[in-house]
């Protein structure tokens, strides 16, 4: 079986303070990772993504996630946040690598809510 | 290049009714999916179609149904509404290849309430 788990629904930062959303996820084929962010009244926008290779991935607006394949997590991280950071974040599963499956079915987290601080 | 565009962006439907949305993908783009979002359950997914042909299901009754046509654009169908139908539908779209390079873009969702 495959889940995906945000701890924390809600994180709270001050501008300019480090983000740390984290994302752990159990999956039966070693799984492709991604973290998207949801504007209110939006769709969801593709942050970063992990497929193979570098464990450290970096992507848009300053954001990074590493993979711990020990810990089996994917935390996403950005050294300063900004005012335009507040928004919802999901983790998600991908079992691409599955036969049978595809990347059209991801698995999400509940999400975790960004809230930034002035 | 465009998106993906989901219409309408807005729906009030009441009990017992039925409802289309509609999704055209980016173009170029084989594969549409679709996910109900909820506060209660989160984003859940509903059915991936490819090449007009359903190639993977999530776990939601029949009255949920969906088809894709021949130039990719997809419908859903949702039949019979209940109250627990009212979300946000979100849309995706990809290339549909088995690649490491694929990536899934979505629309805006349509807001479906249903009273």
Redesign the interface.
């Known amino acids: 079986a495959q889940s995906v788990t945000q701890l924390g629904s809600h994180v709270s930062v001050s501008e300019g303070a480090l983000v740390l959303l984290r994302c752990n996820y159990s999956s039966s084929v070693p799984p492709y990772l991604f973290w998207y962010v949801q504007y209110p009244n939006q769709g969801l926008q593709l942050l970063l993504k992990y497929t193979t290779g570098a464990t450290l991935v970096k992507g848009i607006n300053g954001f990074e996630a590493e993979f711990k394949k020990s810990e089996t997590s994917f935390h996403l991280t950005k050294p300063s946040a900004h005012m335009s950071d507040a928004a919802e974040y999901f983790c998600a599963v991908s079992l691409l690598r599955d036969r049978g499956s595809t990347l059209g079915r991801l698995y999400f987290g509940r999400g975790t809510q960004l809230t930034v601080w002035p | 290049k465009a998106g993906?565009t989901q219409t309408p962006r807005y729906l009030i439907k009441t009990r017992g009714q039925q409802v289309t949305l509609s999704c055209s993908p980016i173009s170029g783009h084989r594969?549409?999916?679709w996910y109900q979002q909820t506060p209660g359950q989160?984003?859940?997914?509903l059915f991936?179609y490819?090449s007009e042909t359903q190639?993977?299901k999530?776990n939601f009754p029949g009255r949920f149904s969906g088809r894709q046509f021949s130039n990719s654009r997809s419908e859903m169908n949702v039949s019979t509404l209940e109250l627990g139908d009212s979300a946000l539908y979100?849309c995706?779209s990809?290339l549909?290849q088995?690649t490491?390079n694929?990536?899934?873009?979505?629309?805006?969702?349509t807001q479906l309430s249903v009273l």
């Open positions: 993906v594969s549409v999916s989160g984003l859940q997914f991936e490819f190639r993977n999530g979100l995706a990809s549909g088995p490491t694929e990536k899934l873009f979505f629309g805006s969702g």
